[in-house]
């Protein structure tokens, strides 16, 4: 199985590790996939527009919705509470006309023996947020994409712009020339229970568009590290496929409360057979984003130190394995307290650091402004730094 790859630029990357006896479950990489056919994994088409060519496998009593109908350019919103009397279909029959089917082609290069230039064409799923054309995705569903192209529900397509990814998030946005769309009813994810409706529409193969899955809601928030980035997660046993990511996941009023992101599927280390393990973005989160996304094209008010970061994954020369600075963001809370290339962080506040997902953690629980105090290693001396956290400065900043 694969997964979609966030890691930071430099060559030396170890793998999450798995932490006992804490809270947080670290998935590992042979069993958590990114649920989609994109530039990232699963299944791909190939075509060679140079030299080679082939193929990759890669009885409580209802309590009533109260809705707001959107208007033109806004999203939907509502306001959710108590179980749902709606049958599965009539789920769909409201949810289905807001999702979308994506197709990618990407163009790379290859410099080898047997060299060329080849376009990938991947799939996944999209929401509609605004009747005016904007749809919320997945980022690794359009990460490195040369075109997007989306198809409605009623078999229309469009060429889409990509207006702002975020990879952190797995949140991502593109924009289709229409104004009178479908656009999902938003619900609360911060409302959801375990044990209610859940039901996933998406483009599951990348070819089977509109496909209608149902379940319940397994865990309300999963905290996961995937890539090295914590997030935390709603967990369904709805079927998910490759090709969902970037769908719906929808409760029982057929309100959206999910951005379908991965599964885990495959067997555990000790053998164990792995089913029913779907996971989303809860909406609150993506909804969130993707403002930030369609107002600035980046994500601005998440906390960071502002640096670039490379993670050995073993002794290297004179470097034991740890998490190193590679470069600093100019105007970063990081350049302000003299952060330099090639400081060893080990530690933040009271917790320690020797992973990218250590890290991300770690900030995910901060707001721009606060003060931590890193623990560096330079030159062999160990140091505390006091570093004044920042807003996310550039698309290219890591942390």
């Known amino acids: 199985?694969?997964?979609?790859?966030?890691?930071?630029?430099?060559?030396?990357?170890?793998?999450?590790?798995?932490k006992k006896n804490h809270p947080v479950l670290t998935v590992i990489a042979f069993g958590l996939v990114a649920a989609l056919c994109g530039a990232a994994g699963g299944w791909f088409a190939v075509t060679s527009m140079g030299t080679g060519a082939g193929?990759?496998?890669?009885?409580?009593?209802?309590?009533?919705?109260?809705q707001e109908t959107a208007e033109p350019g806004t999203s939907s919103l509502s306001v959710v509470g108590g179980s749902s009397g709606m049958t599965i279909a009539e789920i769909a029959a409201k949810a289905s006309p807001s999702v979308v089917e994506v197709l990618t082609t990407v163009t790379e290069s290859n410099y080898g023996m047997f060299g060329g230039?080849?376009?990938?064409?991947g799939a996944g799923?999209?929401?509609?947020?605004?009747?005016?054309?904007?749809?919320?995705?997945?980022?690794?569903?359009?990460?490195d994409a040369d075109s997007v192209l989306v198809t409605t529900y009623d078999g229309k397509e469009y060429e889409a712009e990509i207006v702002g990814t975020d990879a952190k998030s797995d949140i991502a946005v593109l924009k289709v020339e229409a104004d009178d769309l479908m656009a999902a009813v938003i619900g609360d994810s911060s409302k959801i229970q375990v044990g209610e409706t859940a039901v996933v529409i998406g483009n599951p193969l990348g070819t089977l568009g509109g496909t209608v899955t149902d379940g319940i809601i397994?865990?309300?928030?999963?905290?996961?590290?995937?890539?090295?980035?914590?997030?935390?997660?709603?967990?369904?046993?709805?079927?998910?496929?490759?090709?969902?990511?970037?769908?719906?996941?929808?409760?029982?009023?057929g309100n959206l409360i999910g951005i379908v992101n991965m599964k885990d599927s495959g067997m555990t280390s000790n053998g164990a057979t792995i089913e029913g393990l779907g996971f989303a973005i809860p909406v609150n989160t993506a909804m969130e984003v993707a403002e930030q996304l369609i107002e600035n094209g980046i994500v601005t008010d998440r906390a960071t130190l502002g640096v670039y970061l490379s993670e050995l994954a073993r002794d290297s020369g004179k470097y034991t394995a740890g998490l190193y600075i590679t470069?600093?963001?100019?105007?970063?809370?990081?350049?302000q307290a003299g952060l330099k290339p090639y400081d060893k962080i080990i530690g933040a506040?009271?917790?320690?650091?020797?992973?990218?997902?250590?890290?991300?953690?770690f900030l995910s629980r901060?707001?721009?402004?606060?003060?931590?105090?890193?623990?560096?290693?330079?030159?062999?001396?160990?140091?505390?730094?006091?570093?004044?956290l920042t807003g996310t400065l550039s698309t290219e900043e890591k942390e």
């Open 1 to 18: 199985m694969s997964e979609y790859n966030n890691n930071p630029r430099d060559e030396y990357i170890a793998p999450a590790k798995e």
């Open 125 to 143: 799923s999209g929401v509609i947020i605004r009747s005016d054309g904007y749809i919320i995705t997945n980022n690794h569903v359009v990460e």
């Open 327 to 335: 470069d600093i963001v100019s105007g970063s809370g990081a350049e």
């Open 117 to 121: 230039t080849y376009t990938y064409s």
């Open 349 to 361: 506040d009271d917790t320690e650091i020797s992973t990218y997902a250590d890290l991300s953690t």
């Open 55 to 66: 193929e990759a496998q890669n009885t409580a009593e209802e309590t009533p919705a109260v």
């Open 218 to 253: 397994s865990a309300t928030s999963r905290e996961i590290i995937l890539n090295n980035q914590a997030m935390n997660l709603i967990q369904t046993n709805a079927a998910i496929n490759n090709g969902n990511s970037g769908g719906g996941l929808f409760d029982g009023n």
């Open 366 to 388: 901060k707001k721009v402004g606060d003060t931590i105090s890193l623990r560096i290693i330079r030159d062999e001396e160990e140091m505390t730094v006091n570093v004044t």
